[in-house]
């Protein structure tokens, strides 16, 4: 395995740390910008709708570009955003910075990928993209919690300022190691729509965007969720999220190996199904419990609402190239892009849910968008299915 791959790895690691661990900063933010969580919460949204309209546009624009030098400009830009994050003097300023954080990271994801395909042989394609998203896998069950627990000593701008020391770092290695002269291709936006409108891909995307919906509807206010509704102290938000990161990576590992045993969208029904009755207990925990009860419970739900909730994208990703295997690429972007707007979704929703009801109202809010995913999944197994004619 060339050794390359490690250090793009360590670049998705990176950008997918800030991208996971702001949940847990949202409190202590918004707490010294004077604003409410619910607002605050418009950094997750504004992050995710720049993620998903604007990778697609760049990625188009920068096609042709030189891969080394479209990575180390996406995360020049990334340490830049963190900073100015860091340093920021008004929560206005800090949603730019989250902003320009969101179109290097999804431009950094874009081309990272590619630049593996292109350092290693036609066999060896499929397992370098792995080893490159591992990144992503690696910052939740690890990134995520060390951010969170950064924050707990040395505040919510201590993070950000780790963050764009390992970005600078990661981006150092990457200038030394990554050759010259890898030259991608332009892809334009048409060719993009065009595979949207494939038959089925579209039912596809839409449960992507309410599966994470649903899910981000709690987990951008998993602080809150934690400290008003179960009791549990600050300095218990690092491990509540490394509990959900253990379960995530038992959860993708599993998710991939259930659908290639018992296909990609049963794979899916399953985790739709359990992922709702994960987030109606989340709700009924600290709404029925008592508080010294609450806590730990809610801490031990973390594990398998990770496991069911991240056995979801391998899963819709198979379903989704065995739909289009000629555009998998096209189709895998798009089908990012729903996930980030379901993820902005649930930061709204999420927040709506906060400024009129309370945290233990998240969950059931929330469920109801992995069942409706569920409705189009078997709903779209149904019209699939040949009609038998009547006999003459």
Not at 298 to 303: G, K
Not at 352 to 371: K, N, S
């Amino acid at each position: 395995m060339d050794k390359r791959l490690f250090w793009l790895a360590l670049g998705s690691f990176t950008i997918s740390t800030e991208g996971f661990v702001i949940s847990s900063l949202l409190p202590d933010i918004a707490a010294d910008a004077g604003i409410s969580i619910p607002l605050a919460g418009s950094l997750i949204t504004a992050f995710a709708l720049a993620y998903a309209v604007g990778t697609p546009v760049l990625a188009t624009l920068t096609g042709e570009w030189d891969r080394r030098r479209v990575i180390l400009w996406t995360l020049a830009f990334f340490v830049l955003g963190n900073l100015v994050a860091a340093f920021s003097s008004s929560f206005e300023v800090l949603l730019i910075a989250r902003i320009v954080m969101a179109l290097s990271s999804g431009l950094f994801a874009a081309t990272a990928q590619g630049t593996a395909v292109a350092l290693v042989d036609d066999h060896h394609r499929a397992r370098a993209i792995a080893v490159v998203v591992g990144g992503t896998t690696v910052a939740v069950a690890v990134g995520a919690p060390l951010g969170a627990l950064v924050a707990a000593f040395a505040g919510w701008r201590g993070t950000f300022f780790a963050i764009a020391g390992l970005g600078a770092l990661a981006g150092s290695i990457l200038w030394w190691r990554l050759p010259r002269g890898l030259v991608g291709t332009r892809l334009p936006l048409g060719a993009r729509l065009a595979a949207a409108l494939r038959p089925g891909v579209m039912p596809i995307l839409a449960t992507t965007l309410l599966a994470l919906t649903g899910a981000f509807t709690v987990f951008a206010y998993v602080a809150p969720l934690a400290i008003q509704g179960a009791g549990l102290v600050e300095i218990a938000l690092p491990g509540m999220l490394l509990a959900f990161g253990v379960g995530a990576v038992i959860g993708n590992i599993a998710g991939g190996q259930a659908a290639d045993r018992f296909g990609a969208t049963r794979t899916v029904c399953w985790s739709l199904g359990l992922s709702a009755a994960m987030l109606v207990l989340l709700s009924v925990i600290p709404a029925f419990l008592p508080r010294h009860f609450a806590g730990p419970a809610l801490m031990a739900m973390m594990v398998p609402w990770g496991i069911v909730g991240w056995a979801f994208p391998p899963a819709q990703a198979s379903r989704i190239i065995k739909l289009a295997p000629d555009a998998a690429p096209i189709v895998l972007s798009l089908n990012a892009s729903a996930l980030y707007l379901g993820v902005a979704a649930g930061a709204v929703v999420g927040g709506e849910v906060l400024r009129f009801g309370a945290p233990a109202d998240l969950g059931l809010i929330a469920a109801a968008f992995p069942i409706v995913g569920l409705g189009v999944v078997l709903a779209g197994r149904m019209f699939a299915r040949p009609v038998a004619m009547p006999a003459e």
